[in-house]
């Protein structure tokens, strides 16, 4: 897949002006941070770490080893001038550099909604070669689905990874380092593509599916080895979800978050950060089943089977569910946007 250099322009062109449209986006986001209005991991602990070397903002795994987002983040940090709000009071500014700090990754991730938007814009209408109306379709269900995922981490890294791949998935050359690469970014890459790229390869046992699956698992394995040097070396430390030694067993988070959510299933944060984007994720499967068309699009409903173990994973933290599953929705995007148009496309030759 080539883009031609006019292509490229445009695509450029277009970067720059959502960048321009939404630069008040930027300066909220910027600034709910600083405030902490809502709660997120502070990833800007890591940076500070990297430039003064002081261990008390090391950090934990497996947030410390996100490597490409934080050495993105850092070199943000390193080159661009910060912009500061005198007026504003930060919340928990434990360190000179807090602000500067948060400033990078409020940019990193701004920049990353729309470096991902544009992703898109080539998988939908370059590399799959579909009409003008997908792409509309898909830009609009890019922009609504990207707010399921934490704009304050290293969430926006992840989607454009994700998608980064797919548009070279096809092109050994570019797919296999970024499938090897994967660990570097976010265990979720690995935790999509690892079954999908199985099912690809039992379903059609050819040399190409064989060496993506083969780099998938490269993947793990680099990342157990990046896990061992890390803790045994530079002396990591594991995060200890929900802060306690009894819940440091990722089994018994798993039950004890199974047996809130069967004892309250109303609760009103279950349904936006658990049964919605579930939901969400499960309806073009469930209209694949139903209807049977593929839209020319490489799909088979086992590709679900990511969206199961990323559930599973949430259970970790129920109000973490929804946003781990979305990690995903790149996977099912193209078909769910094909769906759409054809479902349109009926109901507009009704009237």
């Known amino acids: 897949m080539k883009i ?5 322009i445009k695509l450029f062109l277009v970067f720059i002006l959502f960048l321009f449209i939404g630069y008040r986006e930027f300066l909220v986001l910027y600034k ?10 502070k990833y800007q602990h890591i940076i500070i770490f990297y430039e003064t070397g002081d261990r008390n903002f090391i950090d934990r795994l497996p947030m410390n080893v ?3 987002g934080l050495f993105i983040q850092f070199l943000i940090f390193k080159i661009v001038p910060c912009v500061k709000f005198p007026s504003i009071e930060i919340k928990n500014n434990i360190h000179q550099l807090y602000e500067c700090a948060t400033f990078s990754l409020a940019l990193m991730n701004y920049v990353a909604k729309y470096i991902g938007l544009v992703l898109t814009i080539v998988l939908i209408k370059i590399k799959l070669n ?19 995922l934490e704009a304050s981490t290293m969430d926006r890294i992840s989607i454009c990874y994700t998608l980064l791949i797919l548009v070279f998935l096809k092109n050994l050359k570019i797919s296999i ?21 199985f099912i690809n390869y039992v379903f059609d046992r050819n040399s190409k599916n064989l060496y993506l699956f083969l780099s998938t698992i490269s993947s793990v394995f680099l990342y157990i080895l990046m896990i061992y040097i890390t803790i045994t070396v530079f002396d990591y430390n594991t995060f200890q979800y929900h802060g306690s030694d009894e819940s440091a067993s990722k089994l018994k988070s798993i039950f004890s978050h199974i047996n809130l959510l069967l004892a309250n299933p109303g609760n009103p944060k279950f349904i936006t950060n658990a049964y919605l984007p579930v939901l969400i994720s499960f309806i073009p499967f469930i209209i694949y089943l139903i209807s049977r068309k593929k839209f020319g ?11 199961f173990i990323l559930i599973m994973l949430g259970y970790i933290g129920i109000e973490n569910m929804g946003r781990y599953v979305m990690h995903a929705f790149p996977i099912w995007l193209p078909i769910f946007t094909s769906q759409i148009a054809f479902y349109f496309d009926k109901i507009k030759n009704l009237q």
């Open 66 to 68: 996100r490597f490409l």
């Open 177 to 197: 380092p970024l499938l090897i690469l994967a660990f570097m970014v976010n265990e979720k890459v690995i935790i999509i593509f690892g079954p999908i790229l």
């Open 4 to 8: 031609l250099p006019i292509n490229q």
């Open 297 to 307: 699009h490489d799909f088979s409903v086992l590709y679900s089977l990511p969206l």
């Open 130 to 148: 579909k009409s003008y109306l997908e792409c509309i379709i898909a830009m609009i269900l890019y922009l609504l689905l990207i707010n399921h």
């Open 32 to 41: 709910s941070m600083l405030t902490e209005f809502i709660g997120y991991y």
